[in-house]
């Protein structure tokens, strides 16, 4: 039960930004190239996928979906850190707290549960070709979507319940960039076992199951490819996954360090890193890894760009991008 006369009034102050003009204009502008790119990348993939209709098949379905919640997910702190950074005073209200830590852990949990359909999807579609317009049918696409949704929001209220039902009578100051799970949980004055644990298993709901289903998905898919006859056929899709992979990897490695771990084992420099990691960076390379080393979406991507005029930078983004992949492939043949 919230105590009403420690947190009614209560505003948080976020004390891990730079303090020093220099570093707070540095701290600015690469946080906001970096959404730019996030947010120019995943529209680009959003408006392929509308506007070709030869995508409009689940695997692209899925793709155009994790670019929504990308953006949104996104949208939820990054707009704010670049405000606070700017300001003298960093603050932010309780209940903008509540909401904030609520709508970053739901999408980022429905991003957790999406890219292990997008897993699932494979698998089908290598495993079992035959099948796969029956087993993966539109109607599964939504219902796939509207149930990874609905859980990962359902996970989120638990999580903040459980942070904000604690009283928060000491200390005010975020060790953070926005309202994330562990920081503010630190703050809480009367921690109980049973909170501890609810934490804990609501990580493991949003970041162990999903990871243990992308881990099986890509087990079976291994198995499946090392029973081709043709090499290339091999090395083309081992590749690809190598580097969904890598992705995922990241993602999960990062947020399994964040929210599945003991409470005593908190560290604001190390938290503050990774958090900008899978805040920022997976949705910077997921357009790249599931767009561009595919034919079809980078076909789609170029007629994009052609449309909306003032393309030239995102153009030659487009081309820099599809450069350096195949140069990565080159050197992996």
Same mark, same amino acid.
């Not at 009614?8 to 946080?31: E, H, K, N, R």
């Not at 680009?44 to 209709?53: E, F, K, T, Y």
């Not at 699932?120 to 993966?136: E, Q, T």
């Not at 900008?276 to 080393?293: A, C, D, E, F, K």
């Given at each position: 039960?919230?105590?009403?006369?420690?947190?009614? $009034?209560l505003?948080?102050?976020f004390?891990?930004?730079?303090?020093?003009?220099?570093?707070?204009?540095l701290?600015?502008?690469?946080?906001?190239t970096?959404?730019a790119? #996030?947010?120019?990348g995943?529209? @680009?993939?959003?408006l392929?996928?509308?506007r070709?209709?030869h995508?409009?098949i689940?695997?692209y379905v899925?793709?155009g979906?994790?670019?929504?919640?990308?953006l949104c997910?996104?949208?939820?702190v990054v707009?704010?850190i &670049?405000?606070?950074s700017?300001?003298?005073r960093?603050?932010?209200s309780?209940?903008?707290?509540c909401?904030?830590?609520?709508?970053f852990?739901?999408?980022g949990s429905?991003?957790?549960f999406?890219?292990a359909? $997008?897993a699932f999807?494979?698998?089908?579609?290598?495993c079992?070709p &035959?099948?796969?317009i029956?087993? #993966?049918?539109?109607?599964?696409c939504?219902?796939?979507?509207?149930?990874?949704l609905?859980?990962a929001?359902l996970?989120s209220?638990?999580?903040?319940?459980?942070?904000?039902?604690?009283?928060?009578?000491?200390?005010h100051?975020?060790?953070?960039?926005f309202?994330?799970?562990?920081p503010v949980?630190q703050l809480?004055?009367n921690?109980t076992? @049973? !909170?501890?644990?609810?934490?804990?298993?609501s990580?493991v709901?949003?970041?162990a199951?999903p990871?243990?289903l992308i881990?099986v *998905?890509?087990?079976?898919?291994?198995v499946?490819?090392?029973q081709?006859?043709?090499?290339n056929?091999?090395?083309k899709?081992?590749s690809?996954c190598?580097?969904?992979l890598?992705?995922?990897?990241?993602?999960?490695?990062?947020c399994s360090?964040?929210y599945?771990?003991?409470n005593? !084992?908190?560290?604001p420099k190390?938290?503050?890193i990774?958090?900008?990691?899978?805040?920022?960076?997976?949705?910077? @390379?997921?357009?790249? #890894?599931y *767009?561009?080393r595919?034919?079809? $979406?980078?076909?789609?991507?170029?007629?994009?760009?052609l449309?909306?005029g !003032?393309s030239?930078?995102?153009q030659?983004?487009l081309? #820099?991008?599809?450069?350096?992949?195949?140069?990565?492939?080159? *050197? $992996?043949?």
């Amino acid at each position: 039960m919230l105590q009403e006369n420690c947190t009614a $009034m209560l505003d948080f102050m976020f004390v891990a930004f730079p303090t020093q003009p220099q570093y707070q204009s540095l701290f600015f502008l690469g946080i906001s190239t970096v959404y730019a790119i #996030i947010i120019t990348g995943n529209i @680009l993939i959003i408006l392929a996928i509308w506007r070709n209709p030869h995508l409009h098949i689940p695997m692209y379905v899925f793709l155009g979906t994790l670019s929504v919640i990308e953006l949104c997910y996104t949208a939820t702190v990054v707009p704010q850190i &670049l405000v606070t950074s700017l300001q003298k005073r960093k603050f932010i209200s309780f209940r903008s707290c509540c909401a904030q830590m609520f709508l970053f852990i739901g999408l980022g949990s429905a991003d957790c549960f999406l890219l292990a359909i $997008m897993a699932f999807d494979r698998y089908v579609a290598i495993c079992k070709p &035959l099948r796969y317009i029956f087993i #993966i049918s539109q109607q599964l696409c939504i219902h796939l979507v509207m149930v990874s949704l609905i859980v990962a929001f359902l996970i989120s209220l638990m999580l903040v319940w459980l942070v904000f039902q604690h009283s928060f009578c000491a200390e005010h100051g975020i060790q953070h960039f926005f309202c994330d799970v562990p920081p503010v949980y630190q703050l809480t004055s009367n921690k109980t076992e @049973l !909170s501890d644990i609810g934490i804990l298993f609501s990580g493991v709901m949003a970041i162990a199951v999903p990871f243990l289903l992308i881990c099986v *998905s890509y087990l079976f898919i291994t198995v499946e490819v090392m029973q081709l006859h043709s090499n290339n056929a091999c090395r083309k899709t081992m590749s690809t996954c190598s580097s969904h992979l890598a992705v995922v990897v990241l993602q999960y490695g990062c947020c399994s360090f964040m929210y599945l771990r003991p409470n005593s !084992s908190f560290s604001p420099k190390q938290d503050q890193i990774l958090s900008m990691v899978y805040t920022l960076g997976t949705p910077l @390379l997921n357009p790249i #890894i599931y *767009s561009l080393r595919n034919k079809e $979406m980078k076909v789609a991507l170029k007629k994009t760009a052609l449309i909306h005029g !003032s393309s030239s930078a995102i153009q030659e983004s487009l081309l #820099i991008s599809e450069a350096f992949l195949a140069e990565n492939a080159a *050197s $992996m043949d």
